[in-house]
């Protein structure tokens, strides 16, 4: 079956293409009016879609602990 990435709107194949949906179902009711929506190509494309955000540490904190 054809379906579309959520995020990126890449089409993916079912029957060929592996693909990544969220089995978490307080994510589920939060994200997606329906389970065609929880579909994606790849997990860089569901953390974008839920702005999964990498938090670089501030260079004041590190130092800290460095003397420590
Ligand atoms: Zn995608």
Same mark, same amino acid.
């Given at each position: 079956m054809l379906k579309e990435c959520s995020y990126c709107k890449g089409q993916i194949n079912t029957e060929i293409d592996s693909y990544f949906t969220c089995l978490d179902n307080f994510i589920q009711v939060k994200y &997606?009016?329906?389970?065609?929506?929880?579909? &994606?190509?790849s997990q860089e494309c569901f953390c974008n879609y839920v702005q999964l955000e990498e938090i670089e540490p501030l260079e004041e904190e590190i130092n800290v602990k460095d003397k420590r």
């Open positions: &997606f009016d329906t389970e065609e929506e929880n579909i &994606f190509c």
